[in-house]
């Protein structure tokens, strides 16, 4: 079942004995138990006919004897068990899923993780249960996710803003609706979510970030590369040499991509590199910029430069030196 058609459940009371959320997005496993909690039992109700265990302080004896238990002054009752996957023995629930109580609603929320569909419990979650699989969303679709989700609060955005917010955040789905509705609660909706806003509401440099970087170096920018490779040097821990060369390996990884593909019209290029459309351009410019063969040897940097931040043949140069000796490399290679 998807997410709406069991948002709707919960809406219309029309709800199964036992829904089973799993996967590695925790995001949409978090908002459904929420909605479960503050909707499906009336608050004046919710005392007596509601209960949430953690899967690491619970057993499946208690979790079934709650869930055996009758309403009180209600409809339903509502049994939640957040962090599921730290439940001992899970697979003995099956004996619950056989003979449900009818007037308990029983929400699973396995998360991060997700069940052997060869061992038994598994092939009979489908035949027991309600089950919701929150597949993790890739970086490529993050732009997309943001603007639908500020295009249904009536909000707008600068593409330049989604493209800083996702280089910053990465597919952190909570943390990224965190950081939307602070900024929706100072931002107007007449007016689009710029830069300025997020540098400073959230505290993301519109100028000093990843992105930016990434889009300075595609330029051959030596200055405002620099200024940028300056700036991380004194914040060391919001950008580490590890991250930074990570986000550079799958950019120029793009770049070659790009080259290699015949087709480059703006709907086939973003396919192949999975990017939004608005970055095209980014990429343009940086294959004019690298050829084929300056890419290769820039790719050996990047691994090479990875080793010596961890250690390997390096015991003396710091993260700062590290960078700024690798982005030098880069821009001459």
Same mark, same amino acid.
């Given at each position: 079942?998807?997410?709406?058609?069991?948002?709707?459940?919960?809406?219309?009371?029309?709800?199964?004995? @036992?829904?089973? $959320?799993?996967?590695?997005?925790?995001?949409?496993?978090?908002?459904?138990? *929420?909605?479960?909690?503050?909707?499906?039992?009336?608050?004046?109700?919710?005392?007596?006919?509601?209960?949430?265990?953690?899967?690491?302080?619970?057993?499946?004896?208690?979790?079934?004897?709650?869930?055996?238990?009758?309403?009180?002054? =209600?409809? +339903?009752?509502?049994?939640? @068990?957040?962090? =599921?996957?730290? !439940?001992?023995?899970?697979?003995?629930?099956?004996?619950?899923?056989?003979?449900?109580? $009818?007037?308990?609603?029983?929400?699973? =929320?396995?998360?991060?993780?997700?069940?052997?569909?060869?061992?038994?419990?598994?092939?009979?979650?489908? /035949?027991?249960?309600?089950?919701?699989? &929150?597949?993790?969303?890739?970086?490529?679709?993050?732009?997309?996710?943001?603007?639908?989700?500020?295009?249904?609060?009536?909000?707008?955005?600068?593409?330049?803003?989604?493209?800083?917010?996702?280089?910053?955040?990465?597919?952190?789905?909570? +943390?990224? =609706?965190?950081?939307?509705?602070?900024?929706?609660?100072?931002?107007? +909706?007449?007016?689009?979510? &710029?830069?300025?806003?997020?540098?400073?509401?959230?505290? @993301?440099?519109?100028?000093?970030?990843?992105?930016?970087?990434?889009?300075?170096?595609? /330029?051959?920018?030596?200055?405002?590369?620099?200024?940028?490779?300056?700036?991380?040097?004194?914040?060391?821990?919001?950008?580490?040499?590890?991250?930074?060369?990570?986000? !550079?390996? &799958?950019?120029?990884?793009?770049? #070659?991509?790009?080259?290699?593909?015949?087709?480059?019209?703006? &709907?086939?290029?973003?396919?192949?590199?999975?990017?939004?459309?608005?970055?095209?351009?980014?990429?343009?410019?940086?294959?004019?910029?690298?050829?084929?063969?300056?890419?290769?040897?820039? @790719?050996?940097?990047?691994?090479?430069?990875?080793?010596?931040?961890?250690?390997?043949?390096? +015991?003396?140069?710091?993260? *700062?030196?590290?960078?700024?000796?690798?982005?030098?490399?880069? #821009?001459?290679?």
């Amino acid at each position: 079942m998807n997410y709406k058609d069991i948002l709707a459940d919960i809406t219309d009371k029309k709800t199964s004995p @036992i829904y089973f $959320l799993v996967g590695e997005e925790p995001y949409y496993i978090d908002k459904l138990c *929420n909605e479960f909690s503050n909707k499906l039992i009336k608050k004046e109700e919710r005392d007596f006919n509601q209960v949430v265990f953690y899967g690491k302080d619970t057993n499946i004896e208690e979790i079934i004897l709650e869930c055996k238990q009758f309403p009180f002054g =209600a409809e +339903k009752r509502l049994v939640i @068990i957040k962090e =599921a996957q730290s !439940l001992k023995n899970i697979e003995l629930l099956d004996s619950y899923f056989d003979n449900p109580q $009818l007037t308990t609603v029983l929400v699973i =929320a396995y998360k991060k993780k997700s069940i052997d569909k060869r061992k038994k419990f598994g092939k009979n979650l489908n /035949k027991k249960t309600i089950v919701f699989e &929150s597949s993790k969303i890739y970086d490529n679709q993050i732009p997309t996710w943001i603007l639908n989700y500020l295009n249904k609060k009536e909000f707008k955005i600068e593409n330049n803003a989604i493209a800083i917010l996702t280089e910053h955040i990465g597919a952190n789905l909570s +943390k990224i =609706a965190n950081e939307l509705e602070k900024l929706m609660l100072v931002v107007p +909706k007449n007016k689009k979510i &710029s830069n300025q806003d997020i540098e400073l509401h959230i505290g @993301i440099s519109k100028d000093f970030n990843i992105f930016e970087l990434q889009n300075e170096i595609g /330029k051959r920018n030596i200055y405002k590369t620099n200024q940028i490779i300056q700036f991380f040097s004194k914040n060391t821990k919001n950008y580490h040499i590890v991250s930074i060369i990570g986000s !550079l390996f &799958s950019f120029f990884q793009k770049l #070659l991509t790009y080259h290699f593909t015949e087709n480059k019209s703006k &709907s086939n290029i973003a396919s192949v590199l999975q990017i939004n459309p608005y970055f095209i351009n980014q990429y343009e410019k940086g294959a004019n910029n690298y050829s084929k063969k300056q890419i290769f040897k820039i @790719i050996e940097y990047l691994k090479e430069y990875d080793l010596k931040s961890k250690g390997v043949m390096n +015991k003396s140069f710091t993260q *700062n030196h590290l960078l700024q000796e690798l982005i030098f490399k880069i #821009l001459h290679a």
